[in-house]
T-cell receptor
Framework: GNSVTQMEGPVTLSEEAFLTINCTYT??????LFWYVQYPGEGLQLLLK?????DKGSNKGFEATYRKETTSFHLEKGSVQVSDSAVYFC????????????FGTGTKLQVIP | DGGITQSPKYLFRKEGQNVTLSCEQN?????MYWYRQDPGQGLRLIYY???????QKGDIAEGYSVSREKKESFPLTVTSAQKNPTAFYLC??????????????FGPGTRLTVL
């Protein structure tokens, strides 16, 4: 079946450091790929998405490229801030029919001043 | 502002009691979902509904029930049959596009604790 694998956290970085959170997936067909962010005590918010191979999603300085050849959708940011501290979830949607979404287990990011 | 509201934010329940979690959206979305989130785990789908008066079981539906009498509302009942109900519950909605999934919009969640 479909699955999403994320790197385990927590990831601890100093402010202004470069961020990479790895995400790989297994899916049939051509899924859409998403990154969601969850701040403490809140629900998830969409950070960015890509709907086809080689698409790049970007938002708030974060980027991720849909790589079909490596089945990956790694999240990157050039310079993190303390306010980026949150849990990040990679997710994919199943193509065709009902819109089921499979989420990864989440990666907690801690940014220290 | 459009969005999804969940209430209450915190809920305490004694063992053996049923409890209902509220979820309301004013985004005019067709599809609605309930997820359960446990520490260190991803989101697991409990139930989903693509249209009023219709809903389907997700991956962990045992011990839960839902209704979808109105487009805006999708309440979740955690019954006494749910063996380990303490968790963070998230409601979401999305535009229903056949064959393609759109973004899911999430509510702020309800934290349920069984005493």
């Amino acid at each position: 079946g479909n699955s999403v694998t994320q790197m385990e956290g927590p990831v601890t970085l100093s402010e202004e450091a470069f961020l990479t959170i790895n995400c790989t997936y297994t899916a049939t067909g051509y899924p859409s790929l998403f990154w969601y962010v969850q701040y403490p005590g809140e629900g998830l918010q969409l950070l960015l998405k890509a709907t086809k191979a080689d698409d790049k999603g970007s938002n708030k300085g974060f980027e991720a490229t849909y790589r079909k050849e490596t089945t990956s959708f790694h999240l990157e940011k050039g310079s993190v801030q303390v306010s980026d501290s949150a849990v990040y979830f990679c997710a994919l949607s199943h193509s065709g029919g009902y819109q089921k979404v499979t989420f990864g287990t989440g990666t907690k990011l801690q940014v220290i001043p | 502002d459009g969005g999804i509201t969940q209430s209450p934010k915190y809920l305490f329940r004694k063992e053996g009691q049923n409890v209902t979690l509220s979820c309301e959206q004013n985004l005019n979305h067709d599809a609605m979902y309930w997820y359960r989130q446990d520490p260190g785990q991803g989101l697991r789908l409990i139930y989903y509904s693509q249209i009023v008066n219709d809903f389907q079981k997700g991956d962990i539906a045992e011990g839960y029930s839902v209704s979808r009498e109105k487009k805006e509302s999708f309440p979740l009942t955690v019954t006494s049959a749910q063996k380990n109900p303490t968790a963070f519950y998230l409601c979401a909605s999305s535009i229903d596009q056949t064959g393609r999934t759109d973004t899911q919009y999430f509510g702020p969640g309800t934290r349920l604790t069984v005493l």
